[in-house]
Every structure is written in C-alpha cells, then in structure tokens.
Nanobody, 123 residues
Framework: QVQVVESGGGSVQPGGSLRLSCSAS?????????MAWYRQAPGEEREFVARISSSGTANYADSVKGRFTISRDNAENTVYLQMNMVKPDDLAVYSCNVRGVVHAVLGGPFDAWGPGIQVTVSS
C-alpha cells in the first residue's frame, strides 16, 4: 500500500560527498512515523545507519556519526541522507525504511522498504 524508492546513489571518491533521497508514496492516506537508512556491504549483514522521527529527532550509528546527516521533508514524505567525508567502508547498498500508519478501513501500521541503491566508493 505504501511504496518506497531511493535515489541519488552512485560513485564517490573517498573524502567526497553524496546525497541520497527516499520517497514514500501510495494510493491511500497514510502518515509516517520513523524514516531510516540501513546499508549492507558485500558479504556483510544489513546494518543501521540513521533514523529520524516525525518530530525530527535523529540518531546515528557510531560509524557515521559526525559525517552523515539525516533529514526529512514531511510535506513530501521524503527522507535524505547527506553523506560527507565518505570512506571506503561506506561502500554498500543503502536501503530506506519507512514506518507509519495507513488510514483506511483495512489500514493499520506499515513497515515499508525500498529496493536499495548502490553507493560505490572509489578513487
């Protein structure tokens, strides 16, 4: 009922910057609570990167704290991940997770994931 899609991935040099976007949409009325970014590096488990609440409270994984910034545009149902001072270890597929509530007769809580987007770090 709610679709999530990421954009903005690509290749970045070490020390460079990249901005990821993620938008949620659907044919039903819904509200969003948390929006978050996760990533999965080759051969590794998926790990948490950052989360932002509906009120704007953000928290980060220690590995990205001070380098990445998560923000959201509630009017556009969009979350961003500004990646600065990118390191080779940041190479991964980045996925967006959106949690909220569908306001419909058969609605209720939802937990939607995007397909993921590749971020490559290379010089």
């Amino acid at each position: 009922q709610v679709q999530v899609v990421e954009s903005g991935g690509g290749s970045v040099q070490p020390g460079g910057s990249l901005r990821l976007s993620c938008s949620a949409s659907g044919l039903t009325v819904f509200s969003i609570n948390d929006m978050a970014w996760y990533r999965q590096a080759p051969g590794e488990e998926r790990e948490f990167v950052a989360r932002i609440s509906s009120s704007g409270t953000a928290n980060y994984a220690d590995s990205v704290k001070g380098r990445f910034t998560i923000s959201r545009d509630n009017a556009e149902n969009t979350v961003y991940l500004q990646m600065n001072m990118v390191k080779p270890d940041d190479l991964a597929v980045y996925s967006c997770n959106v949690r909220g509530v569908v306001h419909a007769v058969l609605g209720g809580p939802f937990d939607a994931w995007g397909p993921g987007i590749q971020v490559t770090v290379s010089s």
